[in-house]
């Protein structure tokens, strides 16, 4: 069964464009894991100018997330990047889950 990833942040208006730049880097690496199928990205800007951006990733099935998450925790630790301390010092809330597709 295929395996929908989505991310959802808020982005303070002064951390966007660092925040744009890594998102890049990481939509860029998983499109050339095993079992990718597609990616998408919204946004929007709430009242606040904060960006609302909300990140999807469809994958195969359950076994090729995990090693698509393996893959990613990888990579960051051979840029020595660290996505919780991005978060908290650009102030950056995220929500993450896995969803599967309702089929009627």
Same mark, same amino acid.
């Given at each position: 069964?295929?395996?929908?990833?989505?991310?959802?942040?808020?982005?303070?208006?002064?951390?966007?464009?660092?925040?744009?730049? %890594?998102?890049?880097?990481?939509?860029?690496?998983?499109?050339?894991?095993?079992?990718?199928?597609?990616?998408?990205?919204?946004?929007?800007?709430?009242? %606040?100018?904060?960006?609302?951006?909300?990140?999807?990733?469809?994958?195969?099935?359950?076994?090729?997330?995990?090693?698509?998450?393996?893959?990613?925790?990888?990579?960051?630790?051979?840029?020595?990047?660290?996505?919780?301390?991005?978060?908290?010092?650009?102030?950056?809330?995220?929500?993450?889950?896995?969803?599967?597709?309702?089929?009627?």
């Amino acid at each position: 069964m295929k395996q929908i990833f989505i991310d959802q942040f808020i982005v303070p208006a002064i951390a966007q464009q660092e925040f744009k730049e %890594r998102m890049k880097v990481n939509r860029d690496f998983i499109k050339k894991l095993d079992g990718f199928v597609e990616d998408k990205a919204y946004e929007r800007h709430d009242e %606040r100018g904060n960006l609302i951006c909300i990140t999807t990733a469809i994958w195969e099935n359950e076994y090729v997330l995990q090693k698509a998450k393996e893959a990613v925790q990888q990579l960051y630790q051979q840029q020595g990047f660290d996505m919780k301390a991005m978060l908290q010092r650009l102030h950056i809330s995220m929500e993450r889950n896995t969803y599967q597709a309702i089929t009627d």
